[in-house]
C-alpha cells in the first residue's frame, strides 16, 4: 500500500481533485433567469482557485519554454542532429494531425450532426486578419518584450530555435551560454515540482466551475456533438496513442506510455491549455527515459504545432455548421476543411479557448456569407469541446516524443533505457 501512495498519491489526489469539482458544480450550478441576467453563480466562485495553478504554470511555462528549447539545440553535439530533430518532429505533427482529421470527418458522415433545425443567434462580426497577417503574427513580434507572453509562444519558440543555433555555431555546449541555459532549465524544472503539489486544489477550483457553467447546455440542444467529439477523443487515446507508442518504441513501449500517460492528460484536461501541460510533459518523459535533446524540443514544440484533437474539433465545427445551414458536407468540402484543420489549429494552441482565433479562420473560409451566424455557434462548440481537444493535443506530445526519439536515437531506445533501469 505504502508503493502504491508513493506511486500513485499524486495522481489519485489529482482524481479526487476532479470528482469533487464535478459533484459541487452540479449540486451548485449557475441560475440565470428568462432574459440572461445571472441570478445565482453557484459553484463559479470557486474558479479562482483554478485560475491561481493555470497562471502560476503560465508565469513558468514561458521561461522554460525558451531555456529548454535554447539548451537543447545549443547543448547538442551537431547542428545536422538538432536539424534532424526539428525534421522529424514537424512531419511527424502533420502526419499525426491529418489522421485525427481525417477519422473525425469518417465519423460526422457516418453520424450526422445535427438533426434538427437550431437557434441561429446573430453577432457582430469585426475585421478579419488578412493571410499575411496571420502568418507574420503566428511567428513574430515586433518587439522582444513582446516574446515574453504566453500569447506568444511560437514567436518564442522560433526566437529560442534562431538562439539555439546561433549558439551552437559560437561553439555549442563548450560555450558558458549553454552551460548556463542547461543550469536554468534544471533549476526551473525544481519550481514546476513545486507548483505541482498546489494541482489537485486547482483542478478542483477548474471543474466546480465548469460543471457549474456549462451543465444545462452539454445536455441540451448540442449534446449529440458533444458526446459523439468527447467518446472519439477518448477512442483516439486509446487506439491510436497505442499504435504510435509501439511504432516509436517497440515491443513493451505501450505499457510504459499508458504508466507514464494519465498525469499529462488530466492537466491538460483540467487546465484546457497545452502549454500549461510543457511542464508535467517533461516529467513524465524524463521518467519514460526520452532524452533531453529530444523531449526539449518535441514537447514545448508540440504545444503550439501539434493538434489532433484541435484538427478534430476543427472538422466538428465545420460539419455542425453544414448541418445548420443545410449543407451537403461533400469531398471537396472535406479535402479543404482537413488541410484548414491541420493549420489553422495552430491558432489555438497555448491559450485556453484558443482565443476564437481558429473558429474565425474556420468560418471566414467557409461561412463568409453567414459569419454572424456561424461564428458564435462555433465559439460555442470550440468552449464545450476544448478539454477534450486539449487532452488530445498535449498528452499527444508526450506519445509522439516516442516517434521522434525512434528516428533520432535508434528504433531500440526504450530496451536500452529499460535495461539502465
Request: charged share 15%.
Amino acid at each position: 500500500m505504502k508503493k502504491i501512495l508513493k506511486n500513485y498519491g499524486f495522481i489519485i489526489t489529482m482524481l479526487l481533485g476532479i470528482i469533487a469539482g464535478c459533484v459541487v458544480g452540479a449540486i451548485f450550478p449557475t441560475v440565470k433567469d428568462a432574459d440572461g441576467n445571472l441570478i445565482s453563480a453557484g459553484a463559479t466562485v470557486l474558479e479562482p482557485l483554478g485560475t491561481v495553478f493555470i497562471n502560476l504554470m503560465f508565469c513558468i511555462v514561458v521561461p522554460m519554454v525558451f531555456c529548454s528549447i535554447c539548451s537543447a539545440i545549443a547543448n547538442m553535439d551537431s547542428m545536422k542532429k538538432a536539424g534532424k530533430i526539428m525534421g522529424v518532429t514537424v512531419g511527424t505533427f502533420l502526419v499525426t494531425a491529418g489522421i485525427a482529421a481525417v477519422i473525425m470527418y469518417i465519423v460526422c458522415r457516418i453520424f450526422p450532426l445535427v438533426q434538427g433545425q437550431y437557434e441561429k443567434t446573430p453577432g457582430e462580426i469585426g475585421e478579419t486578419l488578412g493571410l499575411a497577417d496571420m502568418v507574420i503574427n503566428f511567428f513574430t513580434k515586433p518587439d522582444f518584450l513582446e516574446l515574453w507572453s504566453r500569447r506568444a509562444i511560437l514567436p518564442l519558440i522560433v526566437f529560442a530555435i534562431l538562439c539555439g543555433f546561433g549558439i551552437q555555431m559560437s561553439g555549442g555546449k563548450k560555450t558558458m551560454t549553454a552551460k548556463l541555459l542547461a543550469d536554468l532549465t534544471g533549476c526551473i524544472m525544481n519550481v514546476v515540482k513545486i507548483i505541482s503539489y498546489y494541482a489537485p486544489i486547482g483542478f478542483f477550483g477548474f471543474f466546480a466551475t465548469l460543471v457549474a457553467t456549462y451543465g444545462p447546455t452539454l445536455i441540451g440542444d448540442y449534446s449529440r456533438t458533444l458526446i459523439l467529439y468527447y467518446g472519439l477523443c477518448f477512442a483516439y487515446m486509446f487506439v491510436f496513442f497505442p499504435i504510435y507508442a509501439r511504432f516509436g518504441g517497440g515491443k513493451g513501449a505501450v505499457k510504459v506510455m499508458f504508466k507514464h500517460l494519465f498525469k499529462p492528460a488530466a492537466v491538460s484536461f483540467g487546465t484546457c491549455s497545452s502549454v500549461a501541460t510543457i511542464p508535467t510533459n517533461m516529467e513524465e518523459a524524463e521518467a519514460t527515459g526520452i532524452s533531453k535533446d529530444v523531449s526539449n524540443i518535441v514537447l514545448p514544440l508540440g504545444a503550439t504545432m501539434h493538434m489532433d484533437g484541435s484538427a478534430m474539433a476543427a472538422i466538428v465545427k465545420v460539419a455542425f455548421l453544414f448541418g445548420i445551414f443545410g449543407k451537403d458536407f461533400g469531398t471537396g468540402e472535406a479535402i479543404l476543411a482537413i488541410i484548414v484543420a491541420i493549420f489553422s489549429s495552430v491558432a489555438m494552441s497555448g491559450i485556453p479557448g484558443g482565443g476564437g482565433t481558429g473558429e474565425l479562420v474556420l468560418c471566414t473560409i467557409f461561412f463568409p456569407d453567414q459569419m454572424a451566424i456561424a461564428y458564435p455557434i462555433a465559439i460555442a462548440l470550440g468552449n464545450l469541446v476544448d478539454p477534450p481537444a486539449t487532452m488530445v493535443n498535449a498528452a499527444g506530445d508526450y506519445v509522439v516524443s516516442y516517434i521522434v526519439a525512434r528516428f533520432v536515437d535508434g528504433k531500440n531506445w526504450l530496451k536500452k533505457q529499460q535495461k539502465k533501469k
